[in-house]
């Protein structure tokens, strides 16, 4: 049973889907293994726990707008 994994900030439905979707079959496609083998644990973590330059997330997406 292959595994990955995707760790990320908080992602919509959707874009939940289509990783599963082309994360599996990518895999599938580069190891040969069928697609039905893979697992695909996505990991989501508040943005204030993720940070890029000593700045949260939270704080970065705040600058944004």
Not at 18 to 23: A, D, I, R, T, V
């Amino acid at each position: 049973m292959p595994l990955i994994t995707f760790e990320s900030g908080k992602l919509s439905e959707e874009v939940k889907e289509k990783l599963n979707q082309k994360l599996t079959k990518l895999a599938a496609e580069i190891t040969g293994i069928p697609e039905s083998s893979f697992w695909v644990f996505i990991k989501e973590l508040p943005d204030e726990n993720i940070t890029i330059g000593g700045k949260s997330l939270k704080e970065i997406r705040k600058e944004l707008g």
